[in-house]
C-alpha cells in the first residue's frame, strides 16, 4: 500500500523535504560559475517555474495516474537549483586526510567529509583516534581512490565567506537509501552499502535499512578479479541483491562484476520515483530529441532527461524518437522529481574507474586562443572547440562577466574565441573553459601559478591569531605568519591591517598539490633587491641575500630563505663583537643579511655568516661612494636649484646629492641669503655628508653639525642611542602636539610639546623648520624604534663657546654673500658694498629728512642711504647739509645701507680692555643679529640675537628691539674674524630678570645630589620642614627623613624635634619640581635641582658610605604583603574617604575607610582619628609597581579570615539575594535573608540602606565571594538570647514534622519556594499551599511576593535529590491561609466531598428547576446570565483573550464564538462579560434615557397610591414587612460582598475600582452602564481613564480596554475616529493583536472590504506571522472565497520558513474542511501525506476529520492506509486501537473482527519487536 501511494502521487508540486534547514540564494552560484547578474536570475526563475510546471500539467498514464512529467526544455543541472537531499553520482577528484573532493555531473565538485561515510566507520576512526597505541589509522586514503564513482546526497548547502556555495555531500546509506524499506528490497536490486563489519565467512554491509542484516559472503568478493585486498570497514561498494529472506530481515548480495554490470533496474524490482537511485542502470526509450539534450522513458513510464553533456558525443546523430537506449541515472531531485540520466559508455559499466585527468594532460588555467564554437544550449551555456580538435564546455555564467547583460547571438556570431580552461569535469570527462575577460586576464588563476620570491599584490581578508589571509584572487589565499606581518613583531596587527585593504607582498613558498601559500610582509624582503635563494643551488658560496631568523639557539641562530632553504649561522659568525646568548642580541623574525660561508645542496645544509655580510656591506660602500661616507666632508657643484634646495654634484666622482636650503647655515635668515646667492655651476666647499640612503645623499653646510659629525658627538644607529644622550639636530617637522627633530644618520626623535621649552608653550610653530637644536634623548621604545628628546634650555648643556662661534660663522656668511655677489654683478657699486664695515665712518650730503632721513655719497651712487628717526635725534638737518656718519648695517642685496649721525657715535672710538664690562644699547636689528654700542666708547660690535640654539621667542616683546639695554663683557677688543669689531658675550639687564641657569652655566647656585649643605630650618609644618640654605635657596626636608626610622614611635610627630631657627646640616637626596613640587627622579650627575630634597638622618650624613639613590619602583618593590611598616598620615580625602600615607618622599599608600576603622562610629568623621604628620604603624595589603599602588591596612589585619568578624558597607540591596556588601582590603560578601538576624522579620530587608556600615561575620567564600552573617548569634555569642529561627546548615538538621520559617523565594507552577536558609530551599506545592482551589498560580504569586515570612511544616525530605516539600496548609501550620478569604475562591474538595462533586459533575450540573429558583433569588434586572446564546455574527461584543483553560462545554461550540462564556464560578477572573440589560449592537434610537424610564415608574407608583386608601395593617403583615426588610437588607449585603454583581451607579463603580483599578472587567462594566445610558462621550472617557490607569505591565487588559474602545468608536465613531484609536492602540500595544481584533469587528460589523484591506495590510506587515495567514484564509473561506483562500496558501508558502510549509497546508485543509470545500480539504491532505508519510499527527487529524465528514468507506481506506505505514510499531498499534475503537462505534461484529485480523497479521509480521 505504502509504496503504491509512493507510486501514484495524487500530483500537485510537492514541498520541499522539512530537513532542508538552509534556504539557498538564487543568485550564490558556484565559485567556478560565479553569477551576480540580475537578467539571468530573471530566466532561472523561469526555469524554476518550469520545473514546478512539470507536475503541474500531468501526464496521465494508463490507468489514470499522475506520474513525473517531461522537462519542456533539458538543461544542465545549475548549482543554484541545488536542493539538500539531491541524489547524484559522483567521482572520487582527490584525497585528503579529512576529506574526498568530488567531481559531480555538470562541472560541479562537491566534498565528503569523514564524518558523512557511514556510522560504523566514524565509530571505528573515533576509537582508534582516542587510543593511543593504534598503529595504523584506516584513513580516507585506504578505502577512496580517485576515478571511483559512487552514489552520494547532498547533506548540506554551506555559504562560504566570499559568497559562494560549498557542496557537502554523504554516502551514507541511511540517507542515500532513505526512500527504500526493507519490504521493497527485491532480489535483482542493485544498492549500495558500506563495510560495516569484517566477519569470519564474509561482510556484514550496511545499507541504511533499519531491521535489516546484509551479508556478503568472503567468496564472492575473492572471486572479483583485481581485488587481492580484503574490503576495509567503511568502504563503498555497489552490489546486487541475490536473495532476500525473512521478510527483508536478511539480505544476501553480490558483488560478481559481470552480474553486476549487466544488472538493469526492471520495473518489478519495485523502483518508483520516490527511492530510484543514481547510478542505475535502466532500459530506457528516446521520446523526443530537443536541440540541448534527448527526453527518455525508462522504467515503462518514467520521464528523464539527457543534457547535452551526457549525450555519447560520436552517437550524437543516431539518436532518434522510439530508439531503445541503454542509460545511466545521473541525479534525481526528490521533490520536484527530475531525473537525469546519462548516455555516456565510462558511466554504463559499473565498477570501471574513471579517468580524473583529462587524456592530454593537465591543461588547468591554460589560454587557449583560436577556439571556435560548435553550439549555443540557451539554459545551459555552449560548447567550444579547442584548437587541438577536443570540445569544451562553457557554463552559461561564464559566456560573459558577471555584471553585463547576456547576448548569446553576439558570442555565437564570433568567428574566434580566447578562452582559459578553468577544470575538468571527471563525470561529465570534458574541460569546462571561461570566455569571462577578467578571468582570462588574471594573474595568478593557480597556485601553481605562482613561484616563491614573486611580489604579489592581494586584499587582507582576515586576521587570525596565527597570522592573516590575504586573497590574491578568488581562488587564491595566502597566509602572512604572524612573524611576518611586519619587521617587527606587532601586538596590535589590528590596528595596521582592515579587511579589504590592500597591501604588497613576497612570496615565501608555495605548495600548489595542498593549497598552502604563505607570504612575507616584511619590508625588508619585499623590498630587498639582493639575490633569491630559491633552492640550495642558488646559494653558492660568497653570495648574499636578505635572511630571516626562525630560531635562536645557544650555537647561534636558524636562518631561512625562500621555499623552505635553511642555514645555520654559527655563534663565532653572529657579529664581530663576541656574543654570548644570542636570544638578548637577537630576535625570531628579524631580518638581516647573511652570506654564504658553505651549501651542500645534495644534504640541503648551509652555514652562512651575518659578521661577513656587514663587512661586505662596508667594503662595498667605501668602493662606489668614494668620500662619501656621512661623516666626511666634501666639495660640491651646484646642477640645480630648486626652491626646496640645491641639486650638486660631488666631487670628483660627480655623485649626485642633494642640500637642502635649510641646511645652508645654522642661521635661518642666512640660509634664504645664501640661496639666492648661488647660481647653477657654483663650487661649495665645507659640505658634509649627514644622510645616505639607497635613493639619495643628504648634504649639510650647517655648522653646528658639522661640528658634532667631525667630533663624533653623533648615533650611528638606533642601537647606539641611549637615555641621557645629548645629539644636535635639527627640525624636520611641526606638529600640533610637538616637533620632530632629525639628526645625522637619518635617525628622528620627537620633542613633546611638554619638553620643547622651560615656559609654557600654547603654540609649536614657535620654532623655525630646519632651526637647529641641541636635544637630549629621554625616552627610549626599542620595540618600535622610536626616542623622545627635550629641547628645554634647562635641561641641555650646549657646547662650550657655542654662541661666540655661531656668531663669527654667521658673519663668514654673511660676507660669503657679500663676495660672491660682488663678483657676480660686475659692478662698481656692489664692489664698494662689499667694501663697507660697520662702524666705518662716511661724509654723506643730507637728501631729505622727513621721520628719517636719506643721505646721498659721491663714492655710493645708485645706493640708498638711509638713518631711522633714533639715529637722527637731536641734531637739525636740512637737504644739502654735510654730515659724518657712522654704518651700522649694509643689506647688499637690497643695495642699501643704514647710518647713524648719533654724536656719541660719530665721536672719537676710545679703546676697550679685554674683561671690561659695559652697559650697552641696541642700535640696530636685522633679522638673526644686532648692532649695539658700547657704553660711550663710540664703538660698535655686531651680537646675535639669541644667546642659545634652543632660544624661541613666545612674544613680540622677548625679542630684542632698538634701544634695549644690555650688559656686556668685552672677550676680545679687536676680533680679526669680525673685522676688528670687538667680542663680547652680553645679557639683558632688565632689573627684575635674573639669569637663568642655562644662560650661564658656570654661575648655576643648584646642588647636586649627595653634596652636605648647612642651612637654618624657615618653617616646620606637621609632614616637612622648610630650611633655607647658605646660598639663600630653599630646601625641604620630609617627614621620613628627619630622624631614624627605629626611633621614631607610634603616634608621634617626627617634625615636632626640630625648632625653626635653629641650623643644620642636611644631605641632598633628590629635588622637587619648581612648579608642581613632584619630587623629581635621580638623573645623572652633574643635573642640578633648584628646590633640593634633603636629609636630616645622621646615618645618611656620613660622607663614608656608599651612598646611592633609591628610586620609587625600587622602594615599592622591598615591600611585601602583609608586613608592617611605618608611615607618615599625609591627607585624607573626603570625597573618596581614603587616608593617604606616605612612607617616604617617593612613596604614598592608601587606606581605604574599611581598613582604617574598626568600630562603625568612627566613619561618619574618620579623619579625628589622625593628625597630619603622625606615626602611624600599618600593614601592606597590596603593591603594585606598574601602576604604582601601595594599599595599606591600619588595623592589624591585611587580609580577611573565615570566622572572623569585620566592618562592611551595603553596596546594593537586593530582594532575590539579600545584601551585597563591601568589605576590607577589595573583597565582596553578600548576607542572605536568612542570615540577617537571630529572629525573622516580615520586611527583612527593610532599615537596611546604601553605603550603611555593619559588623559581618565572615562564613566562607565562594569563587571570590564571601557569604555573611548579621546574626547576633554570630556576631556576639556569648551576650546572644535565644535564637528563634536557628541557621539550618545542613539537610540533616531538618526532620519531617518539623514547623519552621522561611522567606518565599518565588512562586511558580511547581509551587512556591521557600528559602530556608542560604542553601537550602523547600517547595510547598501548589495544592499544599492553599485550602482553596486555584487553578492559576499567579492569584498565590499575587498575594505572595519574594520575602513573604511565612510559616511551614516539613513534608518530607529527599536527601537524595536534596528535596525538602513543605505545607503551607492552616491545618499543618496552625497559622491563617495564605490567601484571603474576601478573593471569594472555592475551597479544595477532598475525600467524600470530592468523590460526590465529581458523581454530580457527570449528570446535568444543576436541575432546571433549582436554576430557576437560583434565579428568581436575583432581581431580575441583575440576573446574571449563567451561559450566553451563540451571539449573531454581526455582535460586536467587547471581547477581550484570557489566555486560560476552558470549560470543556466551550470548546464544543465552534471557535469562532469570539465572545468567551462566563462561567458561574467565581474562581479565576472571570472572562469578560458584560451583564444582562445591555446589547452592544442596539440602535441608539431604541435606548430610553435612564431617567424617564424612572419617572413612568414613579407616576404609576403615584396613581395606584391615590386610588386605594391607606388601610391599617395587621399585626401579621407587619411582621412580614419586618421580615421582608431584613430580607432586602441581607440581600443588599450580600450583593456588597459579592464580586460577581453588577454595581447600579456610577459611584458603586468608583468604589470598586478604587480597590481593583487594572481590572479592566470593571471599567469595561461601567463603559455599558454608561452606554446604556446612551452616554457615548462618557463611556469615551471611562476607557481613556481605564487607559491611564491600569498599570503598564497588564497588557492584556490594557488590550481589553482598547478592543472595546475600537468597538465603540465603530459601533458609534466615525470612520476617522476609529483611525485614530486605532493608531494609538497600535502605539501603545503588540501590533499584531490590535490588527487582528480590529479585523475581527470590521467581519462581525459585516464590513468586507475593510476586514479585507486590513488583512491584506497584515499579511504584509506580519508575513513570518502562521497565526496571520491562517486567520485571512478563514475570514476568506466563511465569505466563501474558496479561490482567494487556495490563492492566499500559495502567498503564505513563500513567506514563511519551510518547516511551517507542512503545518500551514494542514490548517488550511482543516479550513476547507469547516468552511469551505471538504473534497479540496480531503486533496490538500492527501497531498501533504504523500509527501510526508510519516507526520503520524497529520494523520490523527486527518482521521478526526473523516471521522465528522467523512463516508464508512473513506474512513475505513484512510485507517487501511495508515496501519501499512512505515513508522515505529508504537505508532502503529495506537492506530489500531482507533481503528477497533472506530469499528466498535460504527462497525459491525465482522468489520471488528476483520480488524483484529489485520492487528495479528501485523504482530506476526513484526515479531517479537510488536509483542513487546
Not at 594573474?443 to 616563491?452: K, S, T
Not at 586576521?463 to 619587521?487: A, N
Not at 469578560?1472 to 440602535?1483: C, E, M, Y
Request: one cysteine or more; aromatic letters at 6%.
Amino acid at each position: 500500500m505504502a509504496s503504491m501511494e509512493e507510486d501514484f502521487p495524487r500530483g500537485g508540486s510537492a514541498k520541499k523535504p522539512t530537513e532542508s534547514k538552509i534556504v539557498v540564494q538564487r543568485t550564490e552560484v558556484d565559485n567556478l560559475f560565479q553569477s551576480n547578474e540580475q537578467a539571468e536570475t530573471k530566466k532561472r526563475k523561469g526555469a524554476g517555474k518550469d520545473a514546478g510546471k512539470k507536475l503541474k500539467k500531468p501526464k496521465t498514464g494508463k490507468d489514470g495516474l499522475t506520474l513525473n512529467a517531461a522537462a519542456k526544455c533539458v538543461e544542465i543541472l545549475h548549482i543554484k537549483n541545488l536542493k539538500e537531499g539531491i541524489l547524484m553520482l559522483g567521482c572520487v577528484k582527490e584525497v585528503t586526510d579529512f576529506e574526498v573532493t568530488v567531481s559531480l555531473p555538470c562541472g560541479m565538485q562537491g566534498f565528503l567529509s569523514i564524518m558523512n561515510i557511514c556510522d560504523s566507520y566514524t565509530k571505528l576512526i573515533s576509537e582508534q583516534l582516542g587510543n593511543a597505541d593504534t598503529e595504523e589509522i584506516c584513513s580516507l586514503q585506504h578505502i577512496f581512490c580517485p576515478g571511483m564513482v559512487f552514489r552520494c546526497v547532498v547533506a548540506k548547502l554551506d555559504v562560504a565567506k566570499r559568497g559562494s556555495l560549498s557542496i557537502q555531500l554523504s554516502i551514507n546509506p541511511k540517507l542515500v537509501n532513505k526512500a527504500l524499506t526493507s519490504s521493497s528490497l527485491k532480489a535483482g536490486m542493485v544498492l549500495s552499502g558500506c563495510v560495516e563489519s569484517v566477519e569470519d565467512h564474509g561482510y556484514i554491509v550496511d545499507i541504511g535499512l533499519n531491521g535489516t542484516k546484509a551479508f556478503l559472503p568472503k567468496k564472492a568478493v575473492n572471486d572479483k578479479p583485481n581485488n587481492p585486498e580484503e574490503l576495509k570497514v567503511g568502504q563503498y561498494l555497489t552490489s546486487q541483491v541475490e536473495e532476500v529472506k525473512n521478510d527483508g530481515r536478511v539480505v544476501r548480495l553480490t558483488v560478481s562484476p559481470p552480474t553486476v554490470a549487466q544488472a538493469c533496474a526492471e520495473s518489478e524490482h519495485g523502483w518508483n520515483l520516490a527511492n530510484l537511485l543514481p547510478g542505475l542502470l535502466v532500459k530506457a526509450t528516446i521520446k523526443k530529441v530537443t536541440k540541448h539534450g534527448l527526453i527518455l522513458d525508462f522504467l515503462s513510464s518514467f520521464s528523464g532527461q539527457v543534457d547535452v553533456l551526457h549525450m555519447e558525443p560520436e552517437q550524437t546523430s543516431s539518436y532518434t524518437e522510439g530508439t531503445q537506449v541503454r542509460a545511466c541515472v545521473l541525479y534525481v531531485e526528490p521533490s520536484t522529481r527530475l531525473v537525469g540520466l546519462s548516455l555516456r559508455s565510462f558511466l554504463l559499466q559499473p565498477g570501471a574507474r574513471i579517468d580524473t585527468a583529462p587524456a592530454g594532460g593537465d591543461r588547468i588555467g591554460e589560454v587557449v586562443k583560436d577556439c571556435k564554437m560548435v553550439a549555443m544550449h540557451h539554459m545551459s551555456g555552449a560548447m567550444v572547440e579547442l584548437p587541438d580538435q577536443t570540445l569544451a564546455f562553457v557554463h552559461r555564467n561564464h559566456l560573459k562577466e558577471s555584471n553585463v547583460p547576456a547576448n548569446e547571438n553576439r558570442v555565437l556570431a564570433l568567428s574566434e574565441h580566447t578562452c582559459r580552461i578553468l577544470d575538468f569535469s571527471a563525470m561529465d570527462q570534458i574541460h569546462f573553459v571561461s570566455l569571462r575577460k577578467s578571468v582570462i586576464d588574471r594573474r595568478f588563476y593557480r597556485y601553481h601559478d605562482l613561484q616563491a620570491g614573486q611580489v604579489v599584490e592581494g586584499t587582507v581578508s582576515v586576521l587570525l591569531d596565527h597570522g592573516m589571509v590575504v586573497h590574491l584572487s578568488d581562488h587564491i589565499k595566502g597566509l602572512v605568519p604572524r612573524t611576518h606581518l611586519s619587521d617587527i613583531l606587532l601586538k596590535n596587527p589590528e590596528k595596521k591591517y582592515i579587511e579589504g585593504m590592500k597591501i604588497k607582498c613576497r612570496v615565501l613558498s608555495v605548495d600548489a598539490e595542498n593549497k598552502r601559500l604563505y607570504l612575507t610582509r616584511k619590508k625588508a624582503l619585499v623590498e630587498s633587491s639582493l639575490p633569491l635563494f630559491l633552492s640550495y643551488t642558488d646559494a653558492r658560496p660568497g653570495r648574499v641575500s636578505h635572511s630571516y631568523i626562525v630560531c635562536i639557539k645557544d650555537f647561534g641562530c636558524i636562518v631561512r630563505f625562500y621555499n623552505n632553504v635553511k642555514g645555520l649561522v654559527p655563534l663565532n659568525e653572529l657579529s664581530s663583537q663576541p656574543i654570548l646568548s644570542p636570544e638578548e642580541v637577537f630576535y625570531v623574525g628579524q631580518v638581516l643579511k647573511a652570506k654564504v660561508l658553505q651549501c651542500d645542496p645534495d644534504k640541503a645544509k648551509m652555514v652562512l655568516s651575518f659578521k661577513a655580510a656587514v663587512e661586505i656591506d662596508t667594503e662595498e660602500a667605501a668602493k662606489p661612494e668614494i668620500g662619501c661616507e656621512v661623516g666626511k666632508r666634501l666639495e660640491a657643484k651646484v646642477l640645480k636649484k630648486s626652491v626646496n634646495g640645491l641639486e650638486v654634484s660631488i666631487l670628483p666622482d660627480e655623485f649626485r646629492a642633494v642640500l637642502p636650503t635649510m641646511h645652508l647655515s645654522d642661521h635661518m635668515s642666512n640660509c634664504r641669503l645664501l640661496w639666492e646667492s648661488m647660481q647653477e655651476g657654483d663650487n661649495i666647499s665645507n659640505l658634509i655628508c649627514f644622510s645616505k640612503n639607497k635613493q639619495n645623499i643628504s648634504v649639510t653646510k650647517k655648522p653646528t653639525v658639522r661640528w658634532s659629525l667631525e667630533e663624533g658627538v653623533v648615533a650611528k644607529d638606533f642601537s647606539e642611542v641611549t637615555v641621557g644622550m645629548q645629539l644636535i639636530g635639527w627640525i624636520k617637522n611641526i606638529m600640533a602636539y610637538g616637533v620632530f627633530v632629525e639628526f645625522p644618520h637619518g635617525l628622528v626623535g620627537l620633542a613633546p610639546k611638554s619638553a620643547m621649552t622651560d615656559k609654557f608653550i600654547s603654540d609649536t610653530a614657535a620654532f623655525q623648520p630646519g632651526q637647529t637644536v641641541i636635544a637630549k634623548v629621554t625616552n627610549l621604545d626599542v620595540e618600535k624604534r622610536r626616542f623622545l628628546v627635550t629641547l628645554k634650555i634647562s635641561e641641555v648643556i650646549s657646547p662650550e663657546g657655542d654662541a661666540l662661534t655661531r656668531l663669527i660663522n654667521g658673519l663668514k656668511e654673511r660676507r660669503a654673500v657679500s663676495e660672491m655677489l660682488a663678483m657676480r654683478e660686475n659692478s662698481d657699486l656692489h664692489q664698494q658694498l662689499a667694501a663697507l664695515t660697520v662702524g666705518q665712518k662716511l661724509k654723506l650730503t643730507v637728501d631729505s629728512a622727513d621721520t628719517g632721513a636719506t643721505f646721498k655719497s659721491d663714492d655710493l651712487a645708485g645706493a640708498t642711504i638711509m638713518g631711522t628717526k633714533h639715529h637722527v635725534m637731536g641734531v637739525k638737518l636740512t637737504s644739502g647739509q654735510k654730515v659724518t656718519a657712522v654704518i651700522l648695517h649694509v643689506d647688499i642685496l637690497s643695495t642699501c645701507v643704514h647710518v647713524s649721525i648719533l654724536p656719541k657715535l660719530v665721536a672719537k672710538k676710545k679703546s676697550l680692555a679685554e674683561g671690561t664690562n659695559y652697559t650697552a644699547i641696541v642700535q640696530h636689528i636685522d633679522k638673526d643679529f644686532a648692532i649695539i654700542s658700547l657704553g660711550d666708547t663710540a664703538q660698535l660690535t655686531v651680537i646675535q640675537t639669541s644667546s642659545h640654539l634652543n632660544e624661541i621667542f613666545l612674544s613680540e616683546s622677548d625679542k630684542l628691539k632698538a634701544g634695549m639695554s644690555l650688559a656686556v663683557e668685552v672677550i676680545e677688543p679687536s676680533c680679526q674674524e669680525l673685522q676688528g669689531l670687538p667680542l663680547v658675550s652680553w645679557e639683558r639687564c632688565s632689573p627684575n630678570r635674573q639669569r637663568t641657569t642655562s644662560e650661564d652655566q658656570t654661575s648655576s647656585k643648584g646642588h647636586r645630589f649627595g653634596d652636605i649643605v648647612h642651612g637654618k630650618v624657615r618653617t616646620v609644618k606637621p609632614a616637612s620642614i622648610q630650611v633655607t640654605l647658605e646660598d639663600g635657596s630653599t630646601g625641604s626636608v620630609h617627614v621620613s627623613e628627619v630622624m631614624e626610622l627605629a626611633k621614631v614611635c607610634q603616634g608621634s610627630f617626627p617634625t615636632s624635634t626640630v625648632k625653626v631657627g635653629s641650623a643644620v646640616t642636611a644631605r641632598v637626596i633628590g629635588g622637587r619640581e619648581a612648579s608642581s613640587h613632584r619630587f623629581l627622579p635621580f638623573s645623572h650627575p652633574k643635573f642640578t635641582y633648584t628646590i633640593p630634597e634633603l636629609t636630616l638622618i645622621p646615618s645618611k650624613l656620613d660622607q663614608s658610605e656608599d651612598f646611592k639613590a633609591e628610586t620609587a619602583k625600587e622602594k615599592l618593590n622591598s615591600y611585601k604583603v602583609g608586613e608592617e611598616i611605618k608611615c607618615f598620615v599625609s591627607k585624607f580625602n573626603p570625597e573618596r574617604k581614603t587616608l593617604e600615607v606616605t612612607t617616604d618622599p617617593c612613596v604614598t599608600g592608601t587606606v581605604d575607610l574599611l581598613a582604617m576603622i574598626t568600630d562603625s562610629k568612627d566613619a561618619s568623621h574618620p579623619e579625628k582619628l589622625f593628625k597630619l604628620g603622625q606615626t602611624v604603624h600599618a600593614k601592606v595589603v597590596e603593591v603594585n609597581s606598574k601602576p604604582q599602588r601601595l594599599m595599606l591596612s591600619l588595623t592589624g589585619a591585611h587580609k580577611l579570615e573565615k570566622g572572623s568578624v569585620t566592618l562592611g558597607m551595603v553596596t546594593n540591596i537586593q530582594p532575590q539575594v539579600g545584601l551585597q556588601v563591601k568589605l576590607p582590603f577589595g573583597n565582596m560578601g553578600t548576607v542572605a535573608v536568612t542570615d540577617l538576624t537571630d529572629a525573622y522579620r516580615p520586611n527583612p530587608l527593610d532599615g537596611y540602606s546604601k553605603d550603611q556600615l555593619l559588623r559581618c561575620f565572615l562564613l566562607g567564600d565562594e569563587n571570590g565571594k564571601w557569604q555573611l552573617s548579621l546574626r547576633p548569634s554570630r556576631l556576639n555569642p556569648q551576650q546572644t538570647k535565644p535564637v528563634k529561627d536557628p541557621e539550618v546548615l545542613s539537610l540533616d538538621k531538618l526532620k519531617a514534622g518539623q514547623i519552621i520559617r522561611g522567606y518565599v523565594k518565588s512562586v511558580g507552577e511547581q509551587g512556591v519556594f521557600i528559602r530556608l536558609s542560604r542553601s537550602i530551599t523547600g517547595r510547598a506545592q501548589l495544592q499544599q499551599s492553599t485550602k482553596y482551589f486555584v487553578n492559576n498560580h499567579k492569584v498565590l504569586s499575587e498575594h505572595l511576593k519574594p520575602n513573604t515570612l511565612l510559616t511551614t511544616k516539613i513534608h518530607s525530605i529527599d536527601k537524595e535529590e536534596e528535596l525538602v516539600h513543605l505545607s503551607l496548609l492552616p491545618e499543618d501550620t496552625g497559622k491563617p491561609d495564605v490567601l484571603p478569604e474576601s478573593l471569594g475562591l472555592p475551597l479544595r474538595l477532598v475525600g467524600k466531598e470530592k468523590k460526590e462533586h465529581d458523581s454530580k459533575k457527570k449528570k446535568r450540573t444543576a436541575s432546571e428547576s433549582e436554576q430557576k429558583q437560583a434565579e428568581s433569588q436575583v432581581p431580575k434586572k441583575k440576573k446574571k446570565k449563567t451561559k450566553k446564546a451563540k451571539t449573531d455574527d454581526n455582535d460586536s461584543g467587547v471581547e477581550v483573550y484570557f489566555r486560560e483553560e476552558e470549560d470543556k462545554d466551550d470548546e464544543e461550540e465552534p471557535k469562532s464564538d469570539s465572545v468567551k462564556k462566563v462561567t458561574a464560578s467565581p474562581a479565576g477572573p472571570s472572562r469578560l462579560q458584560l451583564a444582562a440589560g445591555f446589547s452592544w449592537d442596539v440602535h441608539l434610537s431604541s435606548l430610553k434615557p435612564a431617567s424617564a424610564a424612572q419617572d413612568a415608574d414613579s407616576s404609576d407608583g403615584e396613581d395606584q397610591d391615590g386610588s386605594s386608601k391607606p388601610l391599617k395593617k395587621s399585626r401579621h403583615e407587619l411582621e412580614q414587612e419586618k421580615k421582608a426588610a431584613e430580607k432586602a437588607l441581607v440581600k443588599r449585603e450580600t450583593e456588597l460582598m459579592d464580586p460577581s454583581l453588577r454595581p447600579q451607579d456610577a459611584t458603586a463603580f468608583e468604589r470598586l475600582l478604587l480597590a481593583s483599578p487594572s481590572s479592566s472587567l470593571l471599567w469595561l462594566q461601567y463603559m455599558a452602564h454608561h452606554l446604556q445610558a446612551t452616554q457615548i462621550e462618557q463611556a469615551r472617557a471611562v476607557a481613556e481613564r481605564a487607559l491611564k490607569t491600569i498599570s503598564f505591565r497588564e497588557e492584556q487588559e490594557k488590550l481589553n480596554v482598547w478592543v472595546a474602545l475600537l468597538n465603540l468608536e465603530n459601533m458609534y465613531g466615525t470612520e476617522e475616529s476609529l483611525k485614530k484609536v486605532f493608531e494609538r492602540a497600535l502605539q501603545f500595544c503588540e501590533p499584531m493583536p490590535v490588527y487582528q481584533q480590529l479585523a475581527d469587528i470590521y467581519a462581525k460589523s459585516d464590513k468586507t472590504k475593510e476586514a479585507e484591506g486590513l488583512y491584506k495590510t497584515m499579511v504584509k506587515r506580519f508575513r513570518q506571522n502562521k497565526a496571520v495567514w491562517l486567520s485571512y484564509g478563514t475570514f476568506l473561506l466563511q465569505q466563501g472565497q474558496s479561490d482567494s483562500a487556495s490563492a492566499l496558501l500559495q502567498r503564505a508558502l513563500k513567506s514563511l520558513p519551510t518547516k511551517e510549509s507542512v503545518d500551514v497546508i494542514a490548517k488550511f485543509a482543516q479550513l476547507e474542511f469547516r468552511y469551505g470545500d471538504s473534497e479540496k480539504g480531503r486533496t490538500m491532505f492527501d497531498k501533504v501525506l504523500t509527501s510526508y508519510p510519516k507526520r503520524t499527527d497529520l494523520w490523527s487529524v486527518f482521521i478526526d476529520i473523516m471521522v465528522k465528514n467523512g463516508s464508512q468507506k473513506e474512513v475505513r481506506s484512510l485507517f487501511d492506509r495508515v496501519i501499512h505505514l512505515s513508522v515505529s510499531v508504537k505508532k502503529i498499534k495506537f492506530f489500531f486501537k482507533r481503528y477497533l475503537e472506530y469499528e466498535k462505534k460504527h462497525g459491525t461484529p465482522q468489520s471488528i473482527q476483520a480488524v483484529k485480523e489485520k492487528a495479528m497479521e501485523f504482530v506476526e509480521a513484526k515479531g517479537t519487536e510488536a509483542a513487546n
